[in-house]
């Protein structure tokens, strides 16, 4: 069983950074591929980023492109979202998710959907607010 803890969020001024990171315990994450999502209140829950098992194929939405950066790292098992120019309607819950399907986000030339995902973490709230 694969199981994802997030961390990382916080309250923030706009402007400001945040790391999150997604850890897991359970299996290697090498042939996962993992997603970002967050939910607003009263909001459906959307794709902020995917990226394929390898780290080489990474996909973005475009109300984050430019600021925020997924990466991974294997070895340790955990998976980051580097958030950068937060903005207050950043606020939200954020999710990481996992599959099985290693080039799923290749494949898909973007983030696939919340239902495509088999693993979910609990969430980490992030607030950006002056």
């Known amino acids: 069983q694969l199981q994802l803890v997030e961390s990382g969020g916080g309250l923030v001024q706009p402007g400001d950074s945040l790391r999150l990171s997604c850890a897991h315990s359970g299996f290697t994450l090498d042939y996962y591929a993992i997603g970002w999502f967050r939910q607003a209140p009263g909001k459906e829950r959307e794709g902020v980023s995917c990226i394929s098992s390898t780290g080489g194929g990474t996909y973005y939405a475009d109300s984050v492109k430019g600021r925020f950066t997924i990466s991974r790292d294997n070895a340790n098992n955990t998976v980051y979202l580097q958030m950068n120019s937060l903005k207050p309607e950043d606020t939200a819950v954020y999710y990481c998710?996992?599959?099985?399907?290693?080039?799923?986000?290749?494949?898909?030339?973007?983030?696939?959907?919340?239902?495509?995902?088999?693993?979910w973490g609990q969430g980490t709230q992030v607030t950006v607010s002056s």
């Open positions: 998710a996992a599959e099985y399907r290693a080039l799923m986000c290749r494949i898909v030339g973007g983030i696939p959907p919340p239902n495509e995902y088999t693993y």
